[in-house]
C-alpha cells in the first residue's frame, strides 16, 4: 500500500519560506506524478503544482508561479514544495498526492494523497 507523509509544515512570517517534503513509500515517484494542493479553513481543496514523472513537466496554479517551486529525488522517493515570498493567503494545509499525470492532478485526478501538513504565514 502506497503511504505519503508530508513535513515541514510550520509557522512563518510574510515574505518567509518554507520547504515541504512528502515522503513516499517504495518508488512511487518514479512510475507517478506528483502533485501538491492545498486547503485553507471554509475554502475548498485547491490545486498548487504538479510535477511529471519524468520530471521534466510541470504545472503551477496561477497564484503560486514565480513563488513555489515543485521538485523531486527519485533515489529518496520524496518529492518538495520550495515556497518563497509566503503569503498570509498562502495559510493552509498542503497534501502531497500522486497520480497518473500532470495534467490530470491539475484536474484533482490523484490515486494517492497524503494526509497533510499545516502552513500559517503571519502578516
Known amino acids: 500500500q502506497v503511504q505519503l507523509v508530508e513535513s515541514g509544515g510550520g509557522l512563518v512570517q510574510a515574505g518567509g519560506s518554507l520547504r515541504l517534503s512528502c515522503a513516499a513509500s517504495g518508488g512511487i515517484f518514479s512510475n507517478y506524478a506528483t502533485g501538491w494542493f492545498r486547503q485553507a479553513p471554509g475554502k475548498e481543496r485547491e490545486f498548487v503544482a504538479a510535477?511529471?514523472?519524468?520530471?521534466?513537466?510541470?504545472y503551477y496554479a496561477d497564484s503560486v508561479k514565480g513563488r513555489f517551486t515543485i521538485s523531486k529525488d527519485n533515489a529518496k522517493n520524496t518529492a518538495y514544495l520550495q515556497m518563497n515570498s509566503l503569503k498570509p493567503e498562502d495559510t493552509a494545509v498542503y497534501y502531497c498526492a500522486a497520480g497518473r499525470g500532470p495534467r490530470g492532478l491539475s484536474n484533482y485526478e490523484a490515486d494517492y494523497w497524503g494526509q497533510g501538513t499545516q502552513v500559517t504565514v503571519s502578516a
Open positions: 510535477l511529471s514523472w519524468s520530471g521534466y513537466s510541470t
